[in-house]
């Protein structure tokens, strides 16, 4: 397992835990928004650490966090993942996986194994619209049906999430993904912000007013919604 980055506390990711984040290299969507380009269009420039070195970090971090996020680019297309959540599960913290949802059958191995506590899945638009999202011509967005039906199916607590893109998508697109998705426990629209290693330059964050309009948009269809990364 390739990993490329280890955030030693975070108060945001994983939700009411003190948590750290390891990061895995590699993703098979090319986002043209992604905000982590070193991770995926230039992954022989990040550094790597070895997985027992994040692993004699976090032994000397229990009990002071709680938690680990295993996140990406997009985790589940790495060999060994199984292996190190067991490891990490030994040393008594909780589990959160970050994952794009292209990967059902790998998300249900993981989640029959008892090695995620919690799920944030990507959505990363209404059906019509997720190749051009994703940055793949022939995307077939099957899959992420698969994988939320996986996630509803499997007892493990999750949310689903939408980074909004004011050049991608609309209000019609988020009620869109609510008419797909309906029945999620939780669904969050996030913010996009230009961090500037971009895929693709060019991309803006959406207006306040616009998420207000999208996030009315979503709330018949979902257990719990709200907006991320506005002030």
Not at 155 to 162: I, K, Q
């Amino acid at each position: 397992m390739r990993i490329c980055g280890l955030q030693t506390l975070s108060m945001v990711d994983y939700p009411s835990k003190l948590a750290a984040t390891v990061f895995t290299g590699g993703c098979n969507l090319r986002c043209p928004f992604c905000h982590n380009a070193l991770l995926v269009t230039r992954l022989e420039e990040s550094p790597t650490l070895q997985q027992e070195e994040v692993l004699a970090f976090l032994k000397r971090r229990r009990g002071l966090l709680d938690g680990v996020v295993l996140s990406g680019g997009e985790p589940l297309i790495q060999s060994g993942v199984p292996e190190f959540l067991q490891k990490v599960r030994s040393l008594g913290f909780s589990i959160k996986l970050d994952t794009n949802g292209c990967y059902p059958d790998a998300l249900e191995a993981l989640l029959d194994q008892g090695l995620a506590d919690y799920v944030a899945m990507d959505v990363k638009n209404a059906p019509e619209h997720y190749a051009q999202t994703v940055g793949i011509p022939d995307f077939d967005p099957a899959v992420i049906t698969r994988s939320a039906a996986v996630l509803a199916r499997s007892g493990v607590d999750y949310e689903l999430r939408t980074t909004v893109v004011r050049e991608l998508h609309t209000v019609a697109d988020i009620a869109a993904i609510g008419a797909w998705m309906q029945g999620a426990p939780r669904y969050f629209l996030q913010c996009f912000v230009d961090s500037g290693a971009l895929i693709s330059p060019g991309f803006h964050a959406p207006d306040r007013a616009d998420l207000e309009n999208m996030l009315q948009a979503a709330r018949p269809f979902f257990g719990e919604t709200a907006l991320r990364g506005v002030d």
